[in-house]
């Protein structure tokens, strides 16, 4: 089958690979589609990061691997353990975890010391024709949904687990720092939690037009308005709750002085360089700091995944404003990677159909 394969940075190639076999607790995925994330971005320009170089610990697998972990598809094939229809339409959930640490034995997969997540640690990946997993890593998709969006189950996923974090409650105001394809769905899961109101600060008039479309009430260009004067002057002096979801170090300082004394500040990103903060901005202000790691894992799988699909069938989450392309496989490169990081597109999220 054919299959994109990362090597190292900017050296992806679609190359012909063996498909796995199906153990008796496995299942095998024709994929409808595989989104490019921004974590397939950061390793494309300056990995590896998370793609390991030496033997993984759970998968024993080291690059090249196949990449691509935000994957819905179609079931075609099950061992013969596995109590899953053939035909059911599914995501991955892409986690993989030691079960020999601390946070296995809690339940708490997401935090493995040994982890990691398919399509980046080894074990298959999306940005392929088919894939098998063992059977507790699939979600089904219910009627209604095209296995092509529920590719995008995982990446809307991320942001009801980071809205979990964040203790936000109905009626809470809300400060959103970016709205790439992961601000956006916070912003959405935000607005299904009954947040009001929801600012929303994003330099590109294309992402600011996109977050109003998924429910922003205001949306602030931070290139010639003070975001943090306006949201705290709207909101009586800051945000219950704000997020951060841009990976730079204005959006972390802007996102801890918008919330107002002893509100939240949650940290969704991924940085790939360390960055400068004032601890008193969160000492005197009493600021809740919180990090969000992706969602759970594991035999708990099915209930943030699920939370996210139960929205998208009545409508709460709405995933075609993000999907601004749908590629072929074996253009990734050239239509997926480079153009994502070309800083004149308008690209939010780019389907990849095998």
Not at 65 to 78: C, D, L, N, S
Request: charged letters at 20%; a negative charge.
């Amino acid at each position: 089958m054919r299959a994109a394969r990362y090597y190292g940075p900017e050296d992806v190639r679609v190359e012909e690979v063996e498909p796995d076999t199906v153990g008796s607790n496995d299942v095998r995925v024709e994929i409808a589609a595989c989104g490019i994330c921004g974590s397939d971005l950061g390793e494309y320009v300056g990995g590896p990061i998370t793609i390991p170089d030496e033997p993984h610990p759970v998968t024993g697998e080291r690059l090249p691997i196949t990449i691509g972990h935000e994957m819905g598809g179609t079931v075609t094939e099950v061992g013969e353990s596995v109590d899953i229809d053939v035909g059911t339409h599914a995501v991955v959930n892409p986690i993989i975890w030691c079960g020999e640490c601390r946070y296995c034995d809690e339940g708490e997969y997401r935090l493995c010391e040994s982890g990691g997540f398919i399509g980046l640690s080894g074990g298959g990946g999306g940005f392929a024709e088919n894939i098998v997993v063992s059977a507790e890593k699939i979600v089904p998709v219910p009627d209604g949904i095209p296995a092509h969006l529920a590719a995008l189950v995982e990446p809307f996923t991320v942001g009801v687990h980071a809205v979990q974090r964040s203790g936000l409650g109905a009626g809470d105001s809300v400060a959103v720092f970016g709205s790439g394809p992961i601000g956006l769905t916070v912003v959405q899961a935000a607005v299904a939690a009954g947040a009001n109101p929801v600012f929303v600060s994003e330099p590109k008039a294309n992402r600011r037009s996109l977050a109003k479309e998924c429910g922003a009430d205001e949306v602030i260009d931070p290139t010639d308005t003070n975001p943090v004067e306006t949201i705290r002057k709207h909101t009586d002096g800051g945000a219950d709750v704000s997020f951060e979801v841009a990976g730079v170090e204005p959006s972390v300082n802007q996102s801890l002085a918008a919330v107002k004394s002893g509100g939240t500040t949650t940290i969704v990103s991924i940085f790939e360089e360390t960055i400068d903060i004032d601890p008193n901005d969160i000492v005197m202000p009493e600021t809740t700091v919180v990090g969000t790691a992706a969602y759970r894992g594991g035999p708990l799988s099915g209930r943030e995944f699920g939370t996210t699909m139960k929205n998208f069938a009545t409508g709460a989450f709405d995933p075609t404003p993000l999907v601004t392309s749908e590629i072929e496989l074996e253009n990734i490169v050239r239509d997926g990677f480079e153009r994502l990081l070309d800083g004149e597109s308008e690209e939010i999220k780019i389907l990849v159909r095998p």
